[in-house]
């Protein structure tokens, strides 16, 4: 049986992401042999504001830097927004410096951005318009459409639910978005983002909202572990997390 350090780079008021990428990873190993452990270094940030984030994004340096220290396996940047809203691409810049940090300290190892996971997840399913779920100010929620168009990638119709404090988005009922994507002008969209960040709990309703809107729905944090399995060359499956991570796209 194999076992897989998965280190993750949060801010420091994230409390989703250590939870549903465990949750993904637990549920397969139900189907899988492969076993996963969970190590994570933070950067300061508690409310969504782009001076916290670019404040934030200077220390992902030291996390890479800290999660090579264990020797983890493979390492996902968390935190959609910071790395959109600093420019065009960025995603691309900061998986290569961060990886190099991991070179410099002895112990190499691939990283993942939910940025561009998200970006990778959606070009995997052939998705070419979207709608979409943030709970961005209006203006950063408008930083991601952006920043997906330069990718290939249409967002036909988004709702920035307008949470700046952190520790609010997370208190945020996943319960809720289903209604709040099916109210969006999804009928063109080839997919829905039912949490275009890694803080927005949605995996608990992720399969509800497929169903209810007849789609794949994803979800950033579907996305960056479906992106992390691939790092680690093993195949993208987790079950009860929709269409992205059925085996369809191993």
């Known amino acids: 049986m194999t076992s897989y350090r998965i280190g993750q780079i949060v801010p420091s008021s994230n409390v989703t992401m250590e939870t549903e990428v465990p949750a993904l990873l637990r549920a397969r190993e139900a189907i899988a042999p492969e076993r996963f452990t969970f190590h994570s270094s933070r950067m300061r940030m508690t409310r969504v504001t782009p001076e916290q984030l670019r404040a934030m994004d200077a220390e992902s340096d030291r996390c890479a830097a800290e999660l090579s220290d264990a020797r983890v396996d493979v390492i996902g940047y968390a935190c959609l927004v910071a790395v959109m809203a600093t420019g065009p691409g960025y995603h691309r810049e900061a998986e290569q410096r961060l990886h190099r940090r991991t070179v410099e300290n002895g112990a190499p190892a691939p990283v993942v951005t939910s940025a561009g996971a998200l970006?990778?997840?959606?070009?995997?399913?052939?998705?070419?318009?979207?709608?979409?779920?943030?709970?961005?100010?209006?203006?950063?929620?408008?930083?991601?459409?952006?920043?997906?168009?330069?990718?290939?990638?249409?967002?036909?119709?988004?709702?920035?639910?307008?949470?700046?404090?952190?520790?609010?988005?997370?208190?945020?009922?996943?319960?809720?978005?289903?209604?709040?994507?099916?109210?969006?002008?999804?009928?063109?969209?080839?997919?829905?983002?039912?949490?275009?960040?890694?803080?927005?709990?949605?995996?608990?309703?992720?399969?509800?909202?497929?169903?209810?809107?007849?789609?794949?729905?994803?979800?950033?944090?579907?996305?960056?572990?479906?992106?992390?399995?691939?790092?680690?060359?093993?195949?993208?499956?987790?079950?009860?997390?929709?269409?992205?991570?059925?085996?369809?796209?191993?």
């Open 119 to 250: 970006v990778a997840g959606l070009h995997t399913l052939g998705a070419k318009k979207i709608a979409m779920v943030t709970p961005y100010p209006r203006p950063l929620a408008r930083t991601v459409v952006d920043y997906l168009a330069r990718e290939g990638v249409e967002v036909l119709d988004h709702a920035a639910l307008e949470i700046a404090d952190n520790l609010e988005v997370a208190a945020h009922d996943p319960a809720r978005l289903p209604a709040i994507a099916e109210r969006l002008a999804h009928s063109g969209a080839d997919a829905v983002v039912l949490s275009a960040c890694v803080q927005l709990p949605s995996l608990s309703a992720v399969e509800e909202a497929e169903q209810q809107l007849g789609k794949p729905v994803v979800s950033a944090a579907i996305c960056t572990t479906h992106q992390l399995l691939r790092a680690l060359g093993l195949p993208a499956v987790a079950p009860g997390a929709g269409h992205l991570l059925s085996g369809a796209y191993r």
